[in-house]
């Protein structure tokens, strides 16, 4: 997932007060069980000025405002993902990738041999380079499963994050990032600035919303 871009808010604009900053605090842990403190008011008022600019605030300010005082849950919903940052990679950390390929799915093909049917949770997806690298680490190394029902399922709470995940388009910045060249050109298609995850790849993965602290 990449890291949303930060900006800086109007020179001309007040910075939020403690009392502010504390109620976004409070209300993102609330919601997401993602923690900020008022240390971070820095962070905090760069993304908040960010989105005060797409929903037509003129400060950050007036958009803590306007939470406090009607709680529209679409605004709300903008807030939360504002201050998430989705950071993700093709092949992540490369160790949980290799204990998969040499350790858990062998233990898994021998497990579940005779009912043929392997389901596999990305719990925290972000634009889904993680989950389609276990369908590329599948499809290079364990051709057999390609007979099995394999689900691949990504989850997430940020409906435009999911929205990446689902396009399976990735930047040069983002294919860099993880990818092997062989892999690169053997699953994808140049699609003007672009990567396109190949569609008969990009079919084994499904997306759906989840904030992983509700029921």
Not at 115 to 136: D, K
Request: with cysteine.
């Amino acid at each position: 997932m990449s890291t949303a871009t930060l900006s800086t808010s109007p020179t001309n604009a007040p910075p939020l007060s403690l009392d502010a900053l504390e109620f976004v605090c409070t209300l993102v842990q609330n919601l997401s069980a993602i923690e900020l403190d008022s240390s971070k008011g820095y962070l905090i008022e760069a993304r908040l000025a960010n989105l005060a600019r797409q929903c037509g605030f003129v400060t950050s300010t007036k958009l803590v405002q306007e939470l406090r005082s009607k709680r529209q849950p679409a605004l709300v919903g903008q807030v939360v993902d504002a201050m998430t940052t989705n950071e993700t990679s093709f092949f992540r950390d490369i160790h949980p990738f290799d204990a998969l390929r040499t350790t858990v799915l062998p233990e898994l093909r021998g497990l579940l041999g005779e009912q043929r049917e392997l389901n596999i949770w990305s719990a925290a997806c972000s634009s889904g380079q993680e989950l389609y690298s276990i369908a590329m680490l599948l499809r290079e190394h364990f051709p057999d499963f390609g007979s099995w029902n394999v689900k691949l399922l990504g989850t997430d709470l940020s409906d435009e994050i999911l929205e990446r995940a689902h396009k399976a388009s990735f930047s040069q910045i983002e294919v860099n990032r993880g990818l092997v060249a062989r892999l690169l050109i053997k699953y994808f298609e140049r699609d003007g600035i672009k990567w396109q995850l190949r569609s008969d790849l990009k079919a084994m993965a499904t997306f759906s919303k989840l904030n992983l602290i509700d029921r």
